[in-house]
């Protein structure tokens, strides 16, 4: 039972390992990338995020994060950050209504 | 057999600058050396994100998480440290974050431990082999109810074929400590494969 179970777990993790990724397309990667410089800028304004809706000083800096990342175009590819997305068309009531 | 992580490691063509050159260069801002990093290492890095992805979009999720953590780190990294391991290091990591996203996702939702969701190898590539995707999901599926760090020691011992010092070294483990959680975490998959292979 046991060298059954062995066999078969080998068995299956060798033919995993043949699996392969679809066709890559590196031009859509690089056109998401930012430069380091915009990514610097970017990464800083987003480290305040723990700080988001604590200030109305926070929450604006919120935004203009989130204003540079798109500009740069990071969430083209990235589900989970267009899932953000929304937040992006409420933050100037937000704003308005904290300040 | 077990593979060396640096077997998979693309080398420069003579004719174009090393990895560590390139890296200088877009530290300094050179957006031409990043693309051409990028280009180069982008083969590599989905293929090993493939290895934790269970589903084809989370792969250019993870890609594209692996790159941009680049370019924030790049202003980071030093030069007396290979490039390509300080690549690895990061994808590794992505990784495991990945395993952690989605050991809290299966928490939170009534998602069954075989995968729904993934479709079926023919609906996402043509040209992929049916029996090594489906081999591929139906082991990505088990390696997933491990804790994330199992899952990732696993991932890569099993599906990538590392060996304990070199998962150790990406993941910050001694060696030691590497072969026991492996034994330990191969306990509890056997367990797992067992009562699957049961049902």
């Keep these: ?99 | 057999m077990e593979a060396n992580p640096s077997t998979h490691a693309p080398a420069a063509p003579a004719s174009e600058p090393d990895d560590d050159t390139l890296a200088r260069r877009a530290q300094a801002g050179e957006r031409a050396a990043l693309d051409q990093l990028a280009r180069r290492h982008h083969p590599e890095v989905a293929r090993l994100s493939w290895r934790f992805a269970r589903r084809p979009a989370d792969q250019d999720d993870l890609v594209q998480e692996v790159f941009l953590r680049v370019v924030r780190g790049l202003p980071q990294w030093r030069a007396d440290r290979p490039f390509v391991h300080w690549l690895r290091r990061i994808t590794v990591n992505t990784g495991r974050d990945y395993c952690r996203r989605e050991s809290v996702r299966r928490r939170w939702t009534s998602e069954p431990s075989s995968d729904s969701d993934t479709p079926p190898p023919e609906a996402v590539d043509p040209s992929s082999d049916p029996s090594a995707r489906a081999a591929a999901s139906e082991a990505k599926a088990l390696l997933a109810q491990l804790s994330p760090d199992d899952c990732t020691l696993l991932t890569l011992h099993h599906l990538e074929g590392w060996d304990f010092a070199d998962i150790g070294a990406h993941l910050g483990w001694s060696r030691t400590a590497t072969k026991v959680r492996a034994f330990r975490a191969r306990l509890r998959l056997r367990a797992l494969f067992q009562n699957q292979s049961a049902t």
């Excluded at chain 1, 062995?6 to 590196?26: C, N």
């Excluded at chain 1, 990338?33 to 915009?38: E, G, K, Q």
């Excluded at chain 1, 740069?72 to 992006?88: H, I, M, R």
């Design chain 1, 1 to 99: 039972m046991k060298t059954d179970l062995s066999s078969r777990w080998t068995d299956l993790v060798q033919r995993a390992r043949r699996d392969t990724p679809g066709p890559l397309d590196t031009a859509a990667l690089l056109r998401t990338l930012p430069d380091v410089a915009a990514a610097r800028l970017a990464f800083a304004f987003l480290e305040d995020f723990a700080a988001l809706f604590a200030t109305p000083r926070a929450l604006a800096a919120c935004a203009a994060s989130i204003a540079v990342f798109a500009t740069a175009g990071v969430w083209q590819l990235n589900s989970e950050w267009q899932e953000l997305e929304p937040l992006v068309s409420l933050l100037p009531a937000m704003i308005g209504g904290a300040v």
